[in-house]
């Protein structure tokens, strides 16, 4: 990654798992695809459903779940923005997508990636427009091999 943005990662999961290497490789890519203006620290935090719906709450006063939070880029702290995901919503939607996982938890972040850098989904229009960047990120991700190694560990074992 540049030396103009960088990312921490702050998973309050416990049975989430990943290598920040891959990660990080992962969010180059993305940085490279769809540029940021703003320099900093980029925050990514993994949540459970019950902290997620709180924050969704305290934040946008709709305590329902969801999947993504992002909170925008403040550069008097030296902040590049802050993307909040729900571990137990992309779980559910990978398994009623039939998909893996860390792809579904990786649309998450790109989602919220893209939010930081001027995409909305309020109107029709423009989901169709992130869909799109979204799918483009996804794809590319796909061709270079770039997939993050995230794992959940079985619960109930110990």
């Known amino acids: 990654m540049g030396s103009s943005l960088s990312v921490e990662y702050s998973s309050h999961y416990p049975s989430l798992s ?4 891959s990660v990080d490789l992962f969010w180059g890519e993305i940085f490279r695809l769809h540029r940021h203006d703003c320099s900093g620290c980029l925050s990514v935090v993994f949540l459970d459903r019950e902290s997620h719906s709180r924050m969704h709450g305290d934040f946008l006063r709709d305590f329902r779940p969801t999947d993504v ?3 925008p880029a403040d550069p008097d ?3 590049a923005g802050e993307i909040c ?3 137990d919503q992309a779980m559910e939607e990978a398994e009623s997508r039939k998909i893996e ?3 579904e938890l990786s649309l998450y972040l790109i989602h919220g990636w893209l939010h930081l850098v001027g995409f909305d989904d309020k109107t ?3 989901r169709e427009i992130m869909r799109r960047e979204e799918k ?3 794809d590319r991700i796909e061709d270079l091999g770039l997939w993050p190694d995230f794992l ?3 619960q109930g074992i110990g």
């Open 18 to 21: 990943f290598s920040s290497d």
């Open 69 to 71: 939070i992002t909170f």
């Open 77 to 79: 702290e030296n902040m």
């Open 85 to 87: 995901v729900s571990v």
């Open 101 to 103: 996982f860390s792809r």
């Open 124 to 126: 029709g229009e423009d």
């Open 136 to 138: 483009r990120a996804m």
């Open 152 to 154: 959940l560990a079985p």
